[in-house]
Each structure stands twice: as structure tokens, then as C-alpha cells.
Nanobody, 125 residues
Framework: QVQLVESGGGLVQAGGSLRLSCTVS????????MGWFRQGSGKEREFVAA????????YHAESVKGRFTISRDNPKNTVYLQMNSLKPDDTAVYYC??????????????????WGQGTQVTVSS
């Protein structure tokens, strides 16, 4: 059973920064694309960022482009989301997910087979 454990969320003022981490169990982490999604209160889960299996390709939603950066460290089985210039609209529960094997990236929740438990990010104005 694959397990994903997120950390790094919290309360921050607008304009501040946070770095989310997602560590994945098992020996096959480097085979899979990974992604970050978020879900605000009363909203559907939305795509935030994705990274290819080897880290060579990254994708970011327009709403976070230039502020957020996804990266991965395959020897550490960990994917990161660096979030800068945070806004109140970024407030949500953030989830990491495991995407398709040997994929350049995936943008729909249905393309992900395992998810973490989520970590709350709250940005105050």
C-alpha cells in the first residue's frame, strides 16, 4: 500500500511563504508523475501544479504561476511545493497525489491513484 504524507501547512499572512512537502512510501516513487491540488471550503478540488516522473517537466495553474514552484527529490521520495507571495485566495486544504507512471504530468484528479491526507493552508489578509 502506497502512503503519501504531507507537511508544511499552516497560518501565514498575505505576502508570506510556505513550503509543503509530500513524502511517499515505497521504492517506486521515481517512476511516477506527482501533483498538488487544493480544495477550498465549498469548492471542488482544483489543479495547482504537476511534475513529470523525472522532474524534467513542470506545470503550474495560471492562478499560481510565478508564485508557486513544484519540485521533487527522488532519492528522498519527496515532492515539494514552494509557495511565495501568498494571497487569501490561496487558503485551502492542499493535497499531493501520485500520477501516472512515466508520465510528463497530469492535470485531472481522476488521473491520480493515491492521495495524501491533506494539509491546511490559511492565508490571512
Amino acid at each position: 500500500q502506497v502512503q503519501l504524507v504531507e507537511s508544511g501547512g499552516g497560518l501565514v499572512q498575505a505576502g508570506g511563504s510556505l513550503r509543503l512537502s509530500c513524502t511517499v512510501s515505497g521504492r517506486t516513487f521515481s517512476m511516477y508523475a506527482m501533483g498538488w491540488f487544493r480544495q477550498g471550503s465549498g469548492k471542488e478540488r482544483e489543479f495547482v501544479a504537476a511534475i513529470s516522473w523525472n522532474g524534467g517537466d513542470t506545470y503550474h495553474a495560471e492562478s499560481v504561476k510565478g508564485r508557486f514552484t513544484i519540485s521533487r527529490d527522488n532519492p528522498k521520495n519527496t515532492v515539494y511545493l514552494q509557495m511565495n507571495s501568498l494571497k487569501p485566495d490561496d487558503t485551502a486544504v492542499y493535497y499531493c497525489g501520485r500520477g501516472p507512471a512515466y508520465s510528463r504530468g497530469a492535470f485531472q484528479p481522476r488521473q491520480y491513484d493515491y492521495w495524501g491526507q491533506g494539509t491546511q493552508v490559511t492565508v490571512s489578509s
